[in-house]
C-alpha cells in the first residue's frame, strides 16, 4: 500500500484542518488506517486508527477534537481537526497495518506502509 498525506498548513488556535490520505491499490477497504504525528524534538506519537470495519481509537489528548473517517470508493482516510492548540503543531503520518484485516493500534511497530507527512502548524 502506497500512502499518500496532504491536507497540513498554518492555522490559527481553535482553528479546522482536515487531513487526507490516499491509498494506492484496490484492497484498501480491507486495511486498518492509522494517523500518528511528530512534534519538533518529541517522539512520533499515536493520534488515532480506523480498523477496515470502523472501529476507532483515539489518543487521550485529541479525543473529542479530532475524528477520523474512511471512504472506501475513494481509498481515503480522513481526519478532521477541530479545536487545535499550539501543541498539535507536528508533522502527520498516514500509515497502514502489515496485512489486510490486521489491527490499527496505538504502536508505530504494527504499521508497515507510511505516507510522507503534512505539516500542521497551530498559532497562538
Known amino acids: 500500500v502506497q500512502l499518500q498525506a496532504s491536507g497540513g498548513g498554518l492555522v490559527q488556535a481553535g482553528g479546522s484542518l482536515r487531513l487526507s490520505c490516499a491509498a494506492s491499490?484496490?484492497?484498501?477497504?480491507?486495511?486498518?488506517m492509522g494517523w500518528f504525528r511528530q512534534a519538533p524534538g518529541k517522539e512520533r506519537e499515536f493520534v488515532a486508527s480506523?480498523?477496515?470495519?470502523?472501529?476507532?481509537q483515539y489518543a487521550d489528548s485529541v479525543k473529542g477534537r479530532f475524528t477520523i473517517s474512511r471512504d472506501n470508493a475513494k481509498n481515503t482516510v480522513y481526519l478532521q481537526m477541530n479545536s487545535l492548540k499550539p501543541e498539535d503543531t507536528a508533522v502527520y503520518y498516514c500509515?497502514?497495518?502489515?496485512?489486510?484485516?490486521?489491527?490499527?493500534?496505538?504502536?508505530?511497530?504494527?504499521?508497515?506502509?507510511w505516507g510522507q507527512g503534512t505539516l500542521v502548524t497551530v498559532s497562538s
Open positions: 500509515a497502514a497495518p502489515r496485512g489486510m484485516f490486521a489491527p490499527a493500534g496505538r504502536f508505530g511497530s504494527e504499521y508497515a506502509s
Open positions: 491499490g484496490r484492497t484498501f477497504s480491507r486495511y486498518g
Open positions: 480506523i480498523s477496515w470495519n470502523g472501529d476507532t
